[in-house]
């Protein structure tokens, strides 16, 4: 029987991360929780996992920058992508029906994306807690029939809760993009993909048109960008890192040229990965 | 004697953003605090307030996508923007020694930007807490001579609290930029300004090139741009929303002409203001 594989993420078990983790590579994996993100890196880096995954952007809040420095500081290669819907759930221990329910923990991020809900419930009371897996974890061990908590289904899964309500999130359209990472030298599993994507990370220095002609690498050989986002460098005021991914294979012919054209024309360079597009199953 | 200008923000009285309102107006203005950012947006709306000031970036989390989108609904005009370094204190009730503090409250993300001291002093107990400056606020309401608070020192001086130990975050290069809006009829003040800026939101249709075409609009007229940002349309994979500034004053005849070509080519464009750039004091 072949070894199951250890896949490192930040949170709790039973986070969103792990979702993400399940979409990528399945339910025969061993998801291995870390505190921080850069406990992730080093971890990966040390040997002591075969992968990890990490949220990188979400449709609220915007791009994970730690994890774009860790990226650039450790050297691992993305590898794959996905994305998973933060949907929200009530969990509570077994047997407690919603009419016990007094207090409700969650992390205030989370409480703070239920407002509807908890104006239509006036009844409960909010609780903040440092997790969202973590305060389901919580009532279990404490065996907590006055209470329960907010995480997304798979947290009720992992600790045998319950769920009591489903959706209770003010936006629907609320979605974390999350990367899976693999030490440098693995070699990749042979893949079918209709389009591929690759993330770069480079410096221009910020003169007029700068960001232009670095575009036009991309521009002149009709390949489609999927994002961009520059970020000021501290301390550098008049010098930008962007990050940028585009739709291509990174050793394909034509991405080979632009890069060798943009390595031109730019500071710095750092291809993060080279990846299958993430698409979503209907 | 004038009346005193209202500013409304999001957060508890002793908030990050109220040491921003104090940059962007001085101390003669009296903060209005919202418990959350649309209310923000409806309070300047409905003209109960002069001015609103929200966070739009930060250095480790990146941009608020939520106050852009109520940027686009409110329709509010930004007419200056600052920079918040966000540096916490740990703070205590008057009399409070350091050595009686057996638990420190904060909100999460507070919390695990101090990592390093909960490290170095690991007789503190952790506990999670709504908001920042809200803590300080519960300590001095109950008096507690057994706990303290992760917060800024602006929310000691709210409060009358003491400020036990300063620069417990991690990352000294930990940034918040925020931008103060006013109702659209408002007369703008009259200001000096060395540079000015312009903030855009704009919808191009995702084929090759597009932001590549968009961009000319300024680089052709050597118009330097200080922040660009893809943002995928949920719902519409192929259409991006870019949100863009650039260094000058959008009636300026170079910035009048750029706007206008760039109308030619995106779907939609839209300015949500333009104003002086933050210069930091030396």
């Not at 992992?158 to 999350?178: H, S, V, W």
């Not at 042979?190 to 002609?213: C, D, M």
């Amino acid at each position: 029987m072949p070894k199951r594989k250890r896949v490192a993420f930040q949170g709790e078990l039973g986070a969103f991360s792990q979702l993400a983790i399940h979409q990528l590579l399945g339910d025969q994996v061993e998801p291995v929780p870390c505190q921080w993100f850069d406990i992730v890196f080093r971890t990966l880096a040390a040997g002591e996992v075969d992968a990890a995954v990490i949220p990188i952007e979400n449709t609220l809040h915007g791009s994970v920058h730690e994890n774009y420095d860790h990226l650039l500081n450790f050297g691992m290669p993305i590898v794959g992508e996905t994305q998973v819907r933060i949907s929200h759930t009530l969990i509570a221990c077994p047997g407690v029906p919603l009419r016990d329910v007094k207090t409700v923990y969650s992390h205030p991020v989370a409480l703070n994306q239920c407002m509807k809900f908890f104006r239509d419930n006036p009844q409960f009371e909010r609780a903040t807690f440092y997790d969202t897996a973590g305060s389901v974890k919580m009532l279990m061990n404490e065996n907590r029939r006055d209470a329960a908590a907010i995480a997304g289904a798979i947290a009720a899964e992992t600790y045998g809760a319950k769920i009591l309500k489903r959706n209770l999130e003010d936006d629907r359209a609320n979605f974390t993009r999350f990367f899976l990472l693999t030490p440098p030298g693995a070699r990749p599993e042979p893949t079918q993909a209709k389009q591929w994507k690759t993330s770069l990370a480079f410096t221009v220095r910020n003169s007029p048109g700068a960001l232009f002609r670095a575009l036009a690498t991309l521009a002149l050989r009709d390949i489609s960008l999927a994002k961009i986002e520059s970020r000021p460098l501290r301390g550098k005021p008049f010098e930008y890192l962007f990050y940028l991914d585009f739709l291509g294979k990174a050793d394909d012919d034509r991405s080979q040229k632009a890069l060798g054209h943009l390595a031109e024309l730019a500071d710095s360079l750092h291809v993060l990965g080279t990846y299958p597009q993430w698409e979503q199953k209907r």
